[in-house]
C-alpha cells in the first residue's frame, strides 16, 4: 500500500477560528505551531480583512507559505481565505486569492463535470 504523506501549513489563529491540521491517507493528526507563525497567519487574515493587497502579499510572503497550500489550510473565521474576503466586502483581497490559486479555472472545471 502506498502511503502519501500531505502536510497542510495552516494555524490555529486567535480569534480567527483557524485550524491546524496535519493530513495523511490513515488520518488527520493536529499539528501544533509556533506563536511566531500563529502571528503571521493572523497577519494574513487581517489583511484580507482589511481589502490591502499589500498588506496581503507581504504577509503570505512573511509566513513562507504559498497562496495555494493557505487556500487548502487556512481558515479566518471558520471560513476559507476567498470565503472570509467576500463575506467582508474585501473584493481586491479576493481577486488576489482568486487569481493566485487558480479558483476561475477550478471553478469552470467542477462546472465542465455538471
Known amino acids: 500500500m502506498?502511503?502519501?504523506?500531505k502536510l497542510v501549513r495552516?494555524?490555529?489563529?486567535?480569534?480567527?477560528?483557524?485550524?491546524?491540521a496535519l493530513s495523511s491517507v490513515s488520518g488527520v493528526?493536529?499539528?501544533s505551531i509556533s506563536s511566531q507563525m500563529e502571528k503571521k497567519l493572523v497577519a494574513?487574515?487581517?489583511a484580507i480583512k482589511d481589502d490591502n493587497k499589500f498588506a496581503l502579499r507581504r504577509?503570505?510572503?512573511k509566513s513562507g507559505v504559498d497562496y495555494n497550500q493557505l487556500a487548502e489550510g487556512l481558515v479566518c473565521n471558520g471560513m476559507d481565505m476567498y470565503?472570509?474576503?467576500?463575506?467582508h466586502g474585501a473584493d481586491k483581497a479576493g481577486n488576489v486569492i482568486a487569481k493566485r490559486t487558480r479558483l476561475d479555472e477550478r471553478y469552470d472545471g467542477m462546472m465542465a463535470r455538471l
Not at 2 to 5: A, L, P
Not at 83 to 87: L, R, V
Open 83 to 87: 470565503s472570509f474576503a467576500k463575506y
Open 44 to 46: 494574513v487574515c487581517q
Open 29 to 31: 493528526h493536529a499539528a
Open 59 to 61: 504577509a503570505v510572503d
Open 10 to 20: 495552516s494555524a490555529a489563529l486567535l480569534g480567527f477560528g483557524t485550524v491546524v
Open 2 to 5: 502506498r502511503v502519501v504523506n
